[in-house]
């Protein structure tokens, strides 16, 4: 006859006297209980989650109420410490998961930042080289519209010269063409 149950991650298995049982908690510690009524049984030495089953002989003849009352008391006992244990681990694990999260999440801000810094430096550099290259061209155009300039007055000095020089051929030719005419005529 076997007794297989489950309080949190305690196995608890009948052993095969009818008074006689032992639980194995979540952390491998063997409990003997005493007196608990026995429902028969044909599972085999493991429970369903593969828990290990261990198996004691003791007196039959401790079946008394309060020895089970006693037994259900030690089964309870056990429940509380496993589930304690249960809640603990999962504390621990809460606050590592959030201990893990918060570091992860400082090293994504951190990256982020750099990546946000080296952006903003990329674009400021880029920004100064498009500024340089635009002043550059400026000073370019400004020199050659300078240099433009100073050609063109030149141009317009060396035709006003020629005008005048073609002034004052026209006339020397012209008073010469009149002097000539003139004395034909007294």
Known sequence: MHLQGKLGNTAIDESRTANDYTALDTVGNVDTVDTFDAVETDEPDHDSAGTEVVETDHD?????????????????????????????EATDEATTLVATARAEADQLTAESQAEADRVRLSARAEADQIL???????????????????????EISRLEQL?????????????????QLKPATD
């Open 60 to 88: 039959e003849a401790s079946g008394s109420p309060a020895a089970a009352a006693a037994a259900a008391v030690r089964v309870l006992e056990m429940a509380t410490r496993s589930a304690d244990e249960l809640v603990r």
């Open 163 to 179: 005008q005048e020089d073609h002034r004052d051929t026209m006339r020397t030719h012209l008073n010469d063409v009149l002097a």
């Open 132 to 154: 340089a290259a635009a002043k550059t061209e400026a000073d370019r155009v400004t020199a050659e519209l300078e240099e433009t300039r100073i050609r063109h007055e030149a």
